[in-house]
């Protein structure tokens, strides 16, 4: 289903500065956290959590959402972002 959505699914479900600062107000500020984001989809909150200083891992079950986070993160090059392509339900690795 979500493969039908990846295309769309930023303009659909744009990233909320709530959803940053919830992350932000998890972590002490200014200090670097290797963080793993489940079903990151098209990657925003990945992305954006980066761009604060954080390691990045971003999974998602869907492959065309992974493809879509990866292609994005290849224009900053000087982030930290790991994304893979995994089911939560099934991965034991
Ligand atoms: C509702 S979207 C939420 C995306 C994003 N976290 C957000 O807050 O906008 C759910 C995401 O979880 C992914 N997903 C669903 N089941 C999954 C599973 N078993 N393993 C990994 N990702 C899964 C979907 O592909 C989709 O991208």
Known sequence: MYSLMSRFYSEVFPLTLDKVSFAQKSTFWGKAYRILDVGCST???CMALARIGHQMTGIDLDESMIQMAANSA???PELTIDYQQMDIMTSSS
């Open 43 to 45: 990657g925003d909150l």
């Open 74 to 76: 290849q224009n900053y």
